[in-house]
Nanobody, 123 residues
Framework: QVQLVESGGGLVQAGGSLRLSCAASGRAFSSYPVAWFRQAPGKDRDFVAT????????YYADSVKGRFTISRDNAENMVYLQMNNLKPEDTAVYYC????????????????WGQGTQVTVSS
């Protein structure tokens, strides 16, 4: 069992930066793939980024490529999302996820979720 708690969201102006954190519990966390998803009001939950357990493979949604960076610290059971050059369309609740079975771009493939953290980007 893994529990995930996100933090670091907030209000930022367009062009600004935020760093989201996801604290995980559970001894097996370092063996799980992790991901960030986001959900804007009235929209589906969308894939943002994912990373394999060792960090050897990383994938991003096209909309964030070059602006966002996912990372993890397995010793500290932490996952991060560095978000630079934020745009108003990045406004959403951001969720951390762990352990996938199936298509990693699909939210239903992920077993563990945090409660989310709100990111609001003003124009």
């Amino acid at each position: 069992q893994v529990q995930l708690v996100e933090s670091g969201g907030g209000l930022v102006q367009a062009g600004g930066s935020l760093r989201l954190s996801c604290a995980a519990s559970g001894r097996a966390f370092s063996s799980y793939p992790v991901a960030w998803f986001r959900q804007a009001p009235g929209k589906d939950r969308d894939f943002v980024a994912t990373m394999t357990p060792s960090g050897g493979n990383i994938y991003y949604a096209d909309s964030v490529k070059g602006r966002f960076t996912i990372s993890r610290d397995n010793a500290e059971n932490m996952v991060y999302l560095q978000m630079n050059n934020l745009k108003p369309e990045d406004t959403a609740v951001y969720y951390c996820a762990a352990e996938v079975d199936g298509n990693w771009k699909e939210p239903r493939s992920w077993d563990y979720w945090g409660q989310g953290t709100q990111v609001t980007v003003s124009s």
